[in-house]
């Protein structure tokens, strides 16, 4: 399954198959980019992020892809797993000196057993 | 477990009530953030410190009032808040770093219902 930038919230896919989200971030100087997995009741929760300088980084089952030029960064996960039924978020940094992120607005992922 | 602990997990309080929100982390981070997240918005940054100093304090209203006694505990004072103040009140920590790129870790947060 797939999902398109943050204008679909929600993304259901089969238990084993592989899970893209994608993410249009907002601002071309940004550098820096986190994904981060939310479940119900807790706090985000680092995945994997990359900087601006590479446009692929892989994690374990995890995969992120930055593209810079249409300023679209995606989330691959294999094999999906029920686990992985979350709120998935981007996040971006492009101020400076400074640590602040700037977060989208997420997408809830499904995974049907 | 992230290393972030918060606590209340949960608050109730009235527009005239007075409380406070605690953040606590043990991983040795020299930057701290708290984070307000509502239902179908992004997070939303409002205050950083960085070695106990605020560097940021993103136009939130003085209703909220933060504290950073040292690098590991930060507060949040809360006094005289509205209904839709109410929301999922997060902290999170960087460790140091160069340029401001460093991972941010979170609590598991404090949901706060005004009423």
Known sequence: GESVGLHLPTLSVQEGDNSIINCA???????????????SGKGPQFIIDIRSNMDKRQGQRVTVLLNKTVKHLSLQIAATQPGDSAVYFCAENFETGANNLFFGTGTRLTVIP | ETGVTQTPRHLVMGMTNKKSLKCEQHLGHNAMYWYKQSAKKPLELMFVYNFKEQTENNSVPSRFSPECPNSSHLFLHLHTLQPEDSALYLCASSPPGQGGRETQYFGPGTRLLVL
């Open chain 1, 25 to 39: 971030y907002s601002n071309s100087a940004s550098d820096y980019f986190i994904w981060y997995k939310q479940e």
